[in-house]
């Protein structure tokens, strides 16, 4: 599906509860079928509106997929005393949405969709810089104050991190927020300093 207004010119409109439907069925389809099997006619008649009404929103099928991502929203930690903590609770806020298995399903849908689907790969390089923006800000924060060695390589940080999320994915079972203190202590012992 393509349409010609782009999804900005229609944030005037006033229909952010038809918006927010459409997002919620797009997600629910996704969860139940995975990416490939969903459509635009399958999201316009599940949600009870025309295709025309989705083009209003978004300018094609990967676009309503893309806004749905934001479930799981951007990474923002504060500063939680240090980075043993601010990791655990990266850790725990990432790994809220994988707790339920349509959650586990829709991803690795959408991985599978961006390895051959290069306008979507840059969507979920998006979603997983967010990640790493948030290991890398914890680290320099955890650098000030004096928890992290200050040649830390950030990006093995982001590695570590990423792969109890990826483990996740691939397993389908997630870490029960009590099992994340491992992980966020490992995570805080190769940093430099942790506290047991």
Same mark, same amino acid.
Request: with cysteine.
């Given at each position: 599906?393509?349409?010609?207004?782009?999804?900005?010119?229609?944030?005037?409109?006033?229909?952010?509860? @038809?918006? *927010?439907?459409?997002? #919620?069925?797009? /997600?629910?389809?996704?969860? =139940?079928?995975?990416?490939? &099997?969903?459509?635009?006619?399958?999201?316009?008649?599940?949600?009870?509106?025309?295709?025309?009404?989705?083009?209003?929103?978004?300018?094609?099928?990967?676009?309503?997929?893309?806004?749905?991502?934001?479930?799981?929203?951007?990474?923002?930690?504060?500063?939680?005393?240090?980075?043993?903590?601010?990791?655990?609770?990266?850790?725990?806020?990432?790994?809220?949405?994988?707790?339920?298995?349509?959650?586990?399903?829709?991803?690795?849908?959408?991985?599978?969709?961006? @390895?051959? *689907?290069?306008?979507? #790969?840059?969507? /979920?390089?998006?979603?997983? =810089?967010?990640?790493?923006? &948030?290991?890398?800000?914890?680290?320099?924060?955890?650098?000030?104050?004096?928890?992290?060695?200050?040649?830390?390589?950030?990006?093995?940080?982001?590695?570590?991190?990423?792969?109890?999320?990826?483990?996740?994915?691939?397993?389908?079972?997630?870490?029960?927020?009590?099992?994340?203190?491992?992980?966020?202590?490992?995570?805080?012992?190769?940093?430099?300093?942790?506290?047991?």
């Amino acid at each position: 599906m393509s349409c010609e207004q782009s999804s900005a010119e229609t944030e005037e409109t006033g229909l952010d509860s @038809t918006r *927010d439907r459409i997002l #919620r069925i797009t /997600l629910r389809l996704l969860e =139940e079928h995975g990416y490939s &099997a969903v459509t635009t006619e399958a999201i316009a008649a599940d949600a009870r509106v025309s295709k025309a009404t989705i083009c209003r929103h978004w300018t094609s099928r990967q676009h309503v997929v893309e806004a749905t991502r934001l479930r799981f929203g951007p990474v923002e930690v504060h500063d939680l005393g240090s980075f043993q903590k601010e990791i655990k609770w990266i850790l725990e806020h990432r790994l809220a949405g994988y707790r339920e298995p349509a959650t586990l399903r829709l991803v690795d849908s959408l991985i599978g969709v961006a @390895t051959n *689907d290069d306008e979507f #790969r840059a969507v /979920l390089d998006d979603w997983i =810089e967010q990640f790493s923006e &948030a290991i890398r800000h914890a680290a320099e924060r955890g650098i000030a104050q004096g928890d992290v060695r200050d040649d830390v390589d950030t990006s093995a940080l982001e590695v570590l991190a990423a792969g109890v999320i990826a483990r996740t994915a691939i397993t389908q079972k997630s870490f029960s927020p009590a099992e994340v203190d491992v992980p966020a202590m490992l995570i805080a012992e190769a940093a430099g300093h942790a506290v047991s």
